[in-house]
């Protein structure tokens, strides 16, 4: 709908429906009337009044989904281009993530919420793990409900024991009523790493979700960090189910995938982080081996990209480099890709639904399903045509310049490739504001040798977390 109210209808374009079938339509229409997809057909009547939308030339797709984003980190944009895993560790949970004020979260969440809907991506997990007060979680609420888009809070805090926040009284207040006041818009998750401590004292956090209904979402199999007595403890323990999201699970063994696979939980692969930043190899190759769902994320802005157009082609690159590195080593060649463009598409739309519990009215574009469609159209691009593989074309073509509109909820948010009624001087001068405050702190030597650390200040070997001294020697030879 408009802002009047008025139906909406996207005329005439390549429609990627991500039904079960994975129905392609070419010169096709889409329907919306108030926040749900009427119809999805060739040459559709629609109600007087309806505004139209040419969508000639383009593709319409559903809005992309997101499981795993920090996006109290964009305020830092780009800032660890050059970071590893342990860098990024360091200064984040050992040093300077301390240093973040509620105004400093909502900044970066407001500017991430903005670009994500920007980019297409219409549905996002905030991996909110800055949290240190309530103050900080407010403030990452506030900014979320100020930008039309689909969010999920997924509740963290990286200064403190998962046990420990999640006993608070405060903490458990401010859930239960996001969790009374939760929509369509907002959900709620709870985001806590498990160590693989035998005592396993994260426990007290899964039952506190358990109570309260919400899905726990985890870094898991994370070289030097998670490994694969975090996934067996809370297996055992029975916390296990189809709501559960592992981020990245690049470094377990086939016991845990069988564990996931076994409960039904899915996998959120982070590619560009996970090539670059050496949580692991990224695993789609083993996940398909063991038939466990996939979704896309982009991790963090202080690295990568906030779109998951990057996430699909990286993705792609690589599986099929795998591929093809397994196949010479025995001498052999790869004729055939066995992922191809149409599944990571998938994974950035239906996949994030279906991880999110949503699948029944998020993903795909469907009768009665939510409206929230993305139209990749750019007259200005001579990238944009022609269009031959659709999937091919959105996985290794498209790019954010490329979203022309979307709808959330029914809802115009982006049209004519901009942004509807986003102060984006407002989001200027918030994350302005952040690293003045952050570089007034850390003072302007330390600030610059936070980009380019050669080595990290801070001994961090198996243990990233500062609430707990357990670690093995499991990655560094003992």
């Known amino acids: 709908m408009t802002e009047s109210g008025r139906p909406v209808v996207l005329r005439g374009g390549l ?92 900044a970066g969440n407001l500017l991430a919420a903005l670009e994500a809907v920007d980019a297409g991506v219409t549905t996002c997990v905030d991996w909110s793990h800055g949290l240190q007060t309530l103050d900080h979680a407010e403030a990452a609420v506030d900014a979320l409900r100020a930008v039309p888009g689909r969010f999920v809070l997924a509740y963290g805090n990286i200064q403190q024991g998962p046990w420990e926040w999640s006993a608070s009284p405060d903490f458990q207040a401010f859930a239960k009523r996001l969790i009374d006041a939760r929509d369509d818009m907002l959900g709620f998750q709870m985001a806590f790493d498990v160590t693989g401590d035998p005592e396993f004292p994260e426990k007290k956090a899964y039952e506190v979700a358990r109570e309260l209904g919400v899905a726990v979402t985890t870094h898991a199999g994370v070289w030097g960090a998670t490994n694969d007595d975090g996934i067996r403890l809370a297996h055992e323990a ?15 063994s086939a016991d845990s995938y069988h564990r996931i696979a076994a409960t039904g939980g899915s996998v959120s692969m982070a590619t560009e982080s996970e090539q670059s930043a050496g949580q692991g190899y990224p695993p789609s190759w083993v996940l398909r081996t063991h038939g466990i769902p996939v979704s896309l994320s982009m991790d963090t802005s202080v690295w990568w990209s906030g779109d998951l157009f990057s996430a699909m082609r990286t993705t792609l690159g690589a599986d099929r480099a795998r591929e093809h590195m397994d196949a010479h080593a025995k001498g052999d060649t790869v004729t055939a890709h066995r992922l191809r463009a149409e599944h990571v598409v998938d994974w950035a739309t239906r996949g994030g639904a279906k991880a999110l519990g949503r699948d029944h009215e998020l993903g795909s574009l469907e009768r009665g399903k939510k409206a929230d469609v993305v139209l990749l159209r750019n007259d200005a691009s001579p990238v944009s045509f022609p269009i031959l593989h659709p999937y091919g074309h959105v996985a290794f073509q498209a790019q954010r310049g490329d979203v022309h509109t979307v709808l959330v909820d029914g809802r115009i948010v982006k049209r004519d490739g901009r942004l509807v009624d986003a102060d984006l001087a407002a989001a200027r001068a918030a994350v302005e504001d952040t690293v003045d405050h952050l570089r007034a702190t850390l003072g302007e030597e330390a600030w610059r040798q936070g980009m380019h650390p050669e080595v990290p200040a801070t001994a961090l070997l198996d243990n990233p977390y500062t609430y707990t001294t357990y670690g093995t020697a499991a990655t560094h030879g003992g």
């Not at 029975?238 to 377990?252: C, N, P, Q, W, Y």
């Open 238 to 252: 029975g916390f296990l189910d189809e709501s559960s999201i592992f981020v990245h699970a690049a470094t377990l």
């Open 15 to 106: 429609v990627l429906t991500m039904d079960d079938a994975h129905t392609v339509l070419p010169d096709a229409d889409v329907l919306v009337v108030g926040d749900r997809i009427e119809e999805v057909g060739a040459s559709l009547a629609v109600p007087e009044g309806t505004e139209e939308i040419d969508a000639r030339g383009g593709v319409v797709m559903p809005g992309m989904i997101d499981t795993h984003r920090h996006m109290w980190q964009t305020a830092m944009r780009g800032y660890g281009a050059d970071w590893t895993l342990t860098q990024y560790f360091v200064w984040y949970y050992l040093e300077s993530g301390k240093h973040f004020r509620p105004q400093d979260v909502r």
